[in-house]
C-alpha cells in the first residue's frame, strides 16, 4: 500500500470517530455567499476552482497584497523571474500538471545535475558519487519499500532520517552528502525528520526527486490563471481573518473591520496563522496541542543575476558543505546571456545566509564559488532573498514532520471544526508540495459539494 492510501484509510477511519454529531445546515445563501475560503494559496485558490466550477458562491479573503501564498515568483531583472518560494513540479504531481494543461501553461523541463563542493575539492556532475557498498544498500531499501506493512511504517515514523541511514550502514562521506542533500528536502537537518516521511519520500518519489518541471515564465502564472477564471470579484486581498465564529452559520471577521456570513469554511491557513485565529467555539485540546507540535522548516532563498552564466550548464546544480549550502540555476530556460543562481540554505544556515547585508552575502557566495568558477563576484548584478523562517503567516517554507508526528498530528489536524473544513500543504499525502497544497484544497470542496 503506498503512502497516499494508507494514510486517506487512516485519516477517514480518524474522521469516523469524531466527526460532529449534529447535521451541518444547508448550503442556503446569506449574503450571496455560502463558503467563505481562508487563504489565496494554492490550496484555497484550488478549492475556490472547484467551488467555481460546481456554481458554489464563495468568497475568498486573503492577507497579503497578492495571491499565491508560498508561490512566490520574482522579476529578479526584466529579462529574469526566479521562485522566491515553490519552484519545482513534479512529474508524478497529476493535478497540478492537468490544472497547467486546463490553463494553456506551458510545463518546462527543469531537471539538474548535481555538482559537488565537499572539503574544499569541487566535484563535476558524473564525477561524484557515492560508495558501491551504500548505492546497493539504498537501491535494496527502496526496491523492497512495497513490502512494508503499516506497522513498519508506524515503527519509522518513531525515529529520524539520519538514525535510520547510520542503522542502514550508510556512514562517513556518504552519510555527510545525504545530509547536505536530503536537508534541502525537508529544510532541516535530517536529525529531525521521521523516518517514515523521507523514506517514503524518496520511496514514491519520480527519479529526480520531483525536480522535474517549472511552470514557463513563472510558477505564479498558476495562481493567475486560476484568478483569472474565478474572478477577481471573489477574491479579496488585503483581508486578514481574525474571528471565527460559528454557530447555524458561520461568522468571519477580519482586522479591517469587514465581516462575512456564510454556511461554511475552507481555511488554508499554515498552523501558525490559523493558531492566531480567535475560534469561537474553541479548536479542541486535541486540534491545539497538534498545532503547538508541528514545526515548519526554516529556509532562505536568495537569488543572485550575473551578467554571464558562468557555470555553463543549463542544468547546473551544486551542493555544498559551506554557508550558501545548495546552489542553483534558476533561470533555465529563459533567455541569456545573464542567468541567475539562487542560493537555498536550510535551518540554522538560513538565518545567516538571510541576515547577511547584500555585500556579506555576495562575499561568502564568491569565496564559495571563485577558487573553482574564477572571478565571478564581478559578474555579479542584483540580488533578492526572501527568508521563510520569519514570513508572519507560516514561519517556515512549509512544514515538517518530525519522529513520530506523521501518524498522530496529520489525522488530528485535518479533523473538521464544526462547520470549517482544513486545508494546505502541511495536510497533505505530497505534504510540501504545490501539489500538496492543491490536492487538499480539491478534497476540502468536495467535501462541501457532497
Ligand atoms: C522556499 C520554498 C521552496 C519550495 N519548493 C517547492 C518545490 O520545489 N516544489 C513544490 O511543489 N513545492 C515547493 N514548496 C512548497 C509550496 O510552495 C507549498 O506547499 C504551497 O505553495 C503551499 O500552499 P498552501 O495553499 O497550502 O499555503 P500558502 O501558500 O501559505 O497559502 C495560505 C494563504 O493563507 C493566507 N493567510 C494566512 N493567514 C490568514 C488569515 N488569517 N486571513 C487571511 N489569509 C490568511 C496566507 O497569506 C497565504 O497566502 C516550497 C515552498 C517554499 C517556501
Not at 106 to 118: A, G, V
Not at 243 to 249: D, L, P, R
Amino acid at each position: 500500500m503506498k503512502r497516499r492510501e494508507f494514510l486517506a484509510q487512516a485519516t477517514l477511519a480518524g474522521m469516523a470517530i469524531s466527526l460532529p454529531s449534529f447535521v451541518l445546515p444547508n448550503s442556503k445563501k446569506i449574503n450571496n455567499t455560502s463558503v467563505i475560503i481562508i487563504g489565496a494559496g494554492f490550496a484555497g485558490l484550488a478549492a475556490a476552482y472547484q467551488l467555481f466550477k460546481k456554481n458554489i458562491p464563495f468568497i475568498l479573503l486573503e492577507s497579503r497584497s497578492r495571491y499565491g501564498g508560498r508561490v512566490f515568483s520574482h522579476a529578479l531583472t526584466p529579462r529574469l523571474v526566479v521562485e522566491l518560494g515553490g519552484e519545482w513540479v513534479g512529474a508524478s504531481h497529476t493535478r497540478i500538471r492537468e490544472l497547467c494543461d486546463e490553463m494553456n501553461l506551458t510545463l518546462e523541463n527543469n531537471q539538474m545535475d548535481t555538482h559537488l563542493i565537499y572539503k574544499n575539492q569541487y566535484f563535476a556532475k558524473g564525477k561524484w558519487d557515492y560508495s558501491n557498498a551504500w548505492k546497493q544498500k539504498f537501491e535494496h531499501i527502496i526496491k523492497t519499500y512495497p513490502q512494508l506493512t503499516e506497522e513498519d511504517k508506524k515503527q519509522l515514523d518513531q525515529y529520524d532520517w539520519w538514525r535510520y541511514l547510520v542503522n542502514n550502514g550508510c556512514t562517513g562521506r556518504d552519510l555527510e552528502i545525504r545530509e547536505l542533500l536530503d536537508s534541502t528536502d525537508f529544510g532541516e537537518s535530517i536529525r529531525h525528520v521521521s523516518a517514515f516521511a523521507a523514506l517514503a519520500e524518496y520511496a514514491e518519489s519520480s527519479p529526480k526527486n520531483e525536480m522535474d518541471f517549472k511552470i514557463k515564465g513563472g510558477n505564479s502564472k498558476l495562481a493567475d490563471a486560476i484568478v483569472a477564471k474565478i474572478g477577481k470579484q471573489n477574491i479579496n486581498l488585503n483581508h486578514t481573518v481574525t474571528h471565527i465564529i460559528q454557530n447555524n452559520k458561520v461568522e468571519v471577521r477580519c482586522s479591517n473591520g469587514k465581516s462575512f456570513i456564510a454556511d461554511k469554511i475552507i481555511c488554508t491557513a499554515p498552523t501558525f496563522a490559523l493558531q492566531k485565529i480567535n475560534w469561537s467555539p474553541e479548536l479542541t485540546p486535541a486540534y491545539k496541542n497538534a498545532l503547538n507540535e508541528l514545526q515548519y522548516a526554516r529556509i532562505t532563498k536568495r537569488a543572485f543575476a550575473f551578467s554571464k552564466r558562468f557555470w555553463k550548464d543549463e542544468s547546473f546544480d551544486l551542493i555544498t558543505d559551506q554557508a550558501p549550502h545548495y546552489f542553483y540555476h534558476a533561470s533555465k530556460n529563459q533567455p541569456g546571456p545573464s542567468g541567475a543562481l539562487i542560493s537555498y540554505s536550510i535551518g540554522d544556515k538560513a538565518l545567516i545566509n538571510a541576515d547577511y547585508s547584500n555585500t556579506n552575502a555576495a562575499r561568502e557566495m564568491a569565496a564559495c564559488l571563485e577558487p573553482f568558477f574564477g572571478p565571478v563576484k564581478k559578474l555579479l548584478k542584483a540580488q533578492q532573498y526572501y527568508y521563510w523562517g520569519q514570513d508572519i503567516y507560516s514561519q517556515g517554507a512549509y512544514a515538517m514532520y518530525g519522529i513520530g508526528q506523521w501518524f498522530t498530528i496529520r489525522p488530528q489536524l485535518l479533523q473538521p471544526h464544526l462547520h470549517t473544513h482544513f486545508a494546505g500543504e502541511h495536510l497533505a499525502d505530497w505534504q510540501g508540495f504545490m501539489e500538496g497544497a492543491i490536492n487538499t484544497g480539491e478534497d476540502a470542496a468536495s467535501n462541501i459539494i457532497q
